[in-house]
């Protein structure tokens, strides 16, 4: 069942629309939805309506959905989907308001236009939200800095709402420059390598020639949703540790379900990017990433764990990095929370944030103070407050050889 309601916004050309019901509310506006994150410069794969609703789909499919969007006649100016929950929070009964997201869909915000008119649409979309019934507090995780999200915060707090944003992880990425997408100086030093240490550019060199005597080393490329191309990933992914410890793709029947249908949905719009590094034809290491206008998103990886002293994943980075000029790449994200390897190749970050909107009145407010300022009182007390300025530690052991491992951290 679907109920909608809309209003004028007054002193604007924009009028609201609050529709609740469930994941058939994201199909019905993904056409308008697209091309807004077409505009909106976000450039984010992650924010696209097939990615909500690949997430409903396989997560929560009787899901309380309520979608708010600013209309301009009949242009979608802005999007805020939210999935309403009962939960609990500091031992208290809650009713939350989050974005329909979790771990796997990487990152989370609203969609908004550019310029003035997007701001006017942040506002709508806040003034409705304020107007829904019956939540505690807007939970939100995977927030990246600078995105919208934070800018619906900083209305909250003008509004006198208590808010929060603590720092949960940070990503890796490398920027190309872009001579470097359109022509590549076979006789110069890619760029992209321009800031590796000169004993990982060895490693590299050397790990491709020890494959290469062994049989045929090539990289394979899909640009379309390939049952057997994802098969084969998600087999390559759960033959190491992953598999292991039940967290690989394949181990859960709803997480599989989720990235078949981003793969198909992304193969539909023009940005999966399946890619393989593979000897004499069988896969050493594989990417389930997106190509979208330049931006390459390495949202899951996995390796031939018996050639883990080659670095595999490392040298089908480098391989597809030697393809930018063809692939158009400005920009190699590696999305997930960054690692001992990623920082061989980058050392730029963005940092992921946790966000938090309780709402105005004395409910929300007891529920910051639990739920926040007692938090950060016992962290005071036991010495354990984080200094955000500095980098989070980087995560997980490093591939190739032990003599490289042991080179590389001196």
């Not at 490398?174 to 800031?195: E, F, N, R, T, V």
């Not at 896969?283 to 990886?301: S, V, W």
């Not at 938090?356 to 004395?362: A, D, E, L, V």
Request: net charge positive; aromatic share 8%; proline share 5%.
């Amino acid at each position: 069942m679907t109920a909608e309601r809309g209003q004028q916004i007054p002193g604007t050309q924009l009028s609201v629309r609050v529709q609740r019901g469930g994941a058939e509310l994201v199909e019905q506006i993904a056409h308008d939805w697209r091309l807004l994150c077409d505009e909106s410069g976000d450039e984010e794969v992650f924010y696209r309506p097939e990615w909500a609703q690949a997430y409903l789909q396989a997560f929560e499919p009787k899901a309380d959905v309520t979608i708010i969007s600013a209309w301009a006649g009949a242009r979608l100016r802005g999007v805020l989907p939210l999935v309403r929950r009962r939960t609990s929070m500091s031992g208290l009964p809650v009713v939350t308001l989050t974005l329909p997201a979790n771990v796997h869909s990487l990152r989370a915000s609203l969609t908004i236009c550019p310029g003035q008119e997007g701001e006017a649409a942040l506002k709508a979309l806040w003034q409705a939200a304020t107007t829904l019934p019956g939540w505690d507090v807007i939970d939100v995780a995977n927030a990246v800095n600078g995105s919208a999200l934070d800018r619906l915060v900083a209305l909250a707090q003008k509004d006198g709402c208590p808010t929060a944003r603590k720092r949960t992880s940070q990503t890796l990425y490398l920027p190309i420059a872009a001579s470097a997408a359109s022509a590549l100086d076979k006789a110069a030093q890619p760029p992209w390598l321009a800031g590796t240490r000169p004993k990982f550019r060895s490693h590299l060199r050397r790990a491709k020639r020890q494959l290469e005597e062994q049989g045929t080393l090539a990289l394979k490329h899909y640009s379309a949703a390939d049952p057997v191309a994802l098969e084969k990933f998600y087999a390559l992914e759960a033959s190491g540790w992953k598999g292991k410890e039940g967290t690989a793709i394949k181990c859960h029947p709803r997480t599989r379900q989720f990235y078949d249908a981003i793969a198909q949905a992304a193969a539909r719009d023009g940005y999966l990017s399946l890619d393989f590094l593979e000897l004499n034809g069988k896969p050493i290491a594989g990417h389930f990433g997106f190509n979208l206008r330049g931006r390459y998103f390495l949202a899951k990886a996995g390796y031939d764990e018996s050639f883990r002293r080659h670095g595999p994943g490392q040298l089908l980075v480098n391989e597809i990095l030697h393809q930018t000029p063809e692939r158009g790449l400005r920009e190699f994200d590696f999305v997930g929370p960054a690692t001992w390897d990623e920082s061989r190749w980058a050392s730029a970050r963005r940092t992921n944030y946790r966000v938090f909107i309780f709402r105005k009145n004395w409910y929300g407010e007891l529920l910051y103070e639990l739920r926040i300022s007692l938090r950060d009182l016992m962290r005071r007390m036991l010495g354990q407050v984080e200094d955000e300025s500095t980098p989070i530690e980087l995560k997980s052991k490093p591939q190739g050889s032990d003599k490289e491992q042991d080179s590389e951290s001196k």
